[in-house]
């Protein structure tokens, strides 16, 4: 949740200061669609992977106690409902759809803060960094607290910045050029009317 709110915020804030109804609904419209492509994808792997959880020995047996049967096939007596939520790990879903909203949020601060337009600003940059930093402490945090394995959190880390990156580009332009602080409906919008403008002068004249 916070992930999408720490966003939409930025989003807002923005939006107060340009008064652009463009960029907000087309930020929000993105990201949106990030984060539910994201989960579309991790929810359908988790489902055909099934790789256990690093705890998955305490779902099985909740007091500790190993238990296998006669033929020395493993015993699970945990909850059924908790075990097979233990298999669903690969990849990681806090982690994918933490970066498929940060990352996104890093492309639409890379596009305002016009962080290539070659002066060479390091502030620029830390600012475009700050959200992918706190992405990826969520994908530690899901390690150190033996929830992932470190390839479940790499792999969902891959995940949600592909899509991140291409829901953002779907709706707006690459950061380094010229407009890439606009999305593209804006721009076309303001092309429109430089072209109207131009065929009444011409009528004029």
Request: glycine residues 6%; aromatic residues 14%.
């Amino acid at each position: 949740i916070f992930a999408v709110i720490l966003p939409c915020t930025v989003f807002l804030i923005y939006y107060h200061y340009r008064r652009d109804v463009y960029d907000l609904h087309h930020a929000i419209l993105g990201i949106l669609y990030s984060v539910l492509v994201t989960a579309v994808i991790t929810d359908s792997i988790k489902d055909v992977v099934g790789r256990p959880l690093p705890k998955i020995f305490y779902r099985c047996f909740p007091y500790g106690i190993e238990a296998f049967q006669p033929n020395g096939d493993v015993n699970c007596h945990g909850d059924p409902k908790v075990v097979k939520e233990g298999y669903k790990i690969f990849p990681s879903g806090h982690t994918s759809r933490s970066f498929a909203s940060l990352a996104f949020l890093s492309w639409y601060l890379c596009g305002k803060v016009k962080a290539f337009d070659r002066r060479g600003h390091a502030a620029k940059l830390c600012i475009v960094l700050l959200p992918l930093l706190f992405a990826a402490l969520v994908g530690i945090s899901r390690i150190d607290d033996y929830w992932h394995h470190w390839t479940d959190v790499f792999t969902g880390s891959i995940i949600g910045s592909v899509v991140a990156s291409l829901c953002y580009l779907l709706f707006f332009p690459f950061p380094h050029d010229i407009n890439g602080w606009a999305p593209h409906a804006s721009i076309k919008m303001r092309e429109n009317i430089e072209l109207h403008s131009t065929s009444i002068g011409i009528d004029i004249v």
